[in-house]
């Protein structure tokens, strides 16, 4: 088992370094730097409140509550894991990985970021089939984007994604169905 680990954790290394290697190329920094903010607390908090203020039929609204509700469900999940599962981030045990100034030094697994943006689009993306693959692109990208930034591992975002997309399944459904 020991082993499978270690070859699935190397796995996970050679993708991180792959992605965060293009970090000197100016577009792609512009763009990660940049969505990757659409996780985050402030864009995630402010989007769920501008959605519920302007939502034009009660079921718009509901939709934004089931999206807040998700979001704030979704934080506890990601605190108790990080704290069962102290990882230590990338940048910290991988040599040369490239990051920006300050970084977060929190424990890596999961993204708070990726299980945020989850979380709100997941009940949208329920909702309004019509956008859920712009939504779904969203999301990856908030997600790569840690990858990216040196910040997360992929298991770390995926585990978000996880958790996201699972709060914001639960709440659409316990408001809809």
Not at 52 to 75: C, N, T
Not at 80 to 94: A, E, G, S
Not at 96 to 111: A, E, V, Y
Not at 131 to 160: E, K, N, T
Request: aromatic share 12%; proline share 5%.
């Amino acid at each position: 088992m020991t082993r499978i680990i270690h070859v699935l954790y190397g796995f996970e290394c050679r993708i991180f370094q792959k992605i965060n290697r293009h970090f000197e190329r100016v577009w792609l920094n512009l763009f990660f730097r940049t969505v990757t903010h659409l996780g985050g607390a402030g864009f995630t908090i402010s989007a769920s409140v501008l959605l519920y203020l302007l939502a034009w039929s009660k079921e718009q609204r509901l939709l934004a509550i089931a999206s807040a509700l998700a979001l704030a469900s979704s934080h506890i999940p990601v605190q108790i894991v990080k704290m069962l599962f102290p990882r230590k981030r990338p940048y910290l045990t991988l040599e040369k990985t490239m990051i920006p100034k300050n970084p977060l030094k929190d424990h890596s697994f999961p993204s708070g970021h990726t299980t945020a943006i989850f979380a709100i689009l997941t009940p949208y993306i329920f909702a309004v089939p019509q956008i859920s693959f712009l939504l779904i692109l969203i999301g990856l990208s908030v997600g790569i984007s840690r990858i990216y930034l040196g910040l997360h591992y992929p298991s770390d975002v995926i585990a978000g994604a996880l958790l996201g997309t699972g709060a914001g399944c639960l709440s659409y459904f316990l408001l809809f169905v």
